[in-house]
C-alpha cells in the first residue's frame, strides 16, 4: 500500500504558475502509474494529466495541453505538475492518485482505475 500526499497549492492570479508534488511512502514509488485529477465545486472529478511509472509515457486534457507538466522522480518518490499560464477555470481541489503497473509503460485516465489517493491541494486562480 502506498500514502500519497499533496502539496504546492494556493492562491495565483491568471497567468501565473505554480507547480504541485505528490509524495509518496510506503511501498516501492516505481511501479505505480500516476496520475493528477482535478475537482471543482458542483462538478465530478476530471483526469488532468497521468504518467506511467518509467515516466516515459504521459497523457494531457485537452484543457491543459501546453500549458501542464507532469513528471516524477522515482528515486524522490515524488510526483509533479508543473502548472503554467493558469486561469479562473483550473481553479479546483488537486488530488493525485496512484495504480500498480508492472509494465512500466502505461497510464491511466480513468478515476477508478486507481487504487490510491491524496487528501488533495486546493489551487485557486483569481481574475
Known amino acids: 500500500q502506498v500514502q500519497l500526499v499533496e502539496s504546492g497549492g494556493g492562491l495565483v492570479q491568471a497567468g501565473g504558475s505554480l507547480r504541485l508534488s505528490c509524495a509518496a511512502s510506503?511501498?516501492?514509488?516505481?511501479?505505480?502509474?500516476m496520475g493528477w485529477f482535478r475537482q471543482a465545486p458542483g462538478k465530478e472529478r476530471d483526469i488532468v494529466a497521468a504518467?506511467?511509472?518509467?515516466?516515459?509515457?504521459?497523457y494531457y486534457a485537452d484543457s491543459v495541453k501546453g500549458r501542464f507538466t507532469i513528471s516524477r522522480d522515482n528515486a524522490k518518490n515524488t510526483m509533479y505538475l508543473q502548472m503554467n499560464s493558469l486561469n479562473p477555470e483550473d481553479t479546483a481541489v488537486y488530488y493525485c492518485?496512484?495504480?500498480?503497473?508492472?509494465?512500466?509503460?502505461?497510464?491511466?485516465?480513468?478515476?477508478?482505475?486507481?487504487?490510491?489517493w491524496g487528501q488533495g491541494t486546493q489551487v485557486t486562480v483569481s481574475s
Open positions: 492518485a496512484a495504480v500498480v503497473d508492472y509494465s512500466g509503460s502505461y497510464y491511466y485516465t480513468e478515476a477508478n482505475e486507481y487504487a490510491y
Open positions: 510506503g511501498r516501492t514509488f516505481s511501479y505505480y502509474a
Open positions: 504518467i506511467s511509472w518509467n515516466g516515459g509515457n504521459t
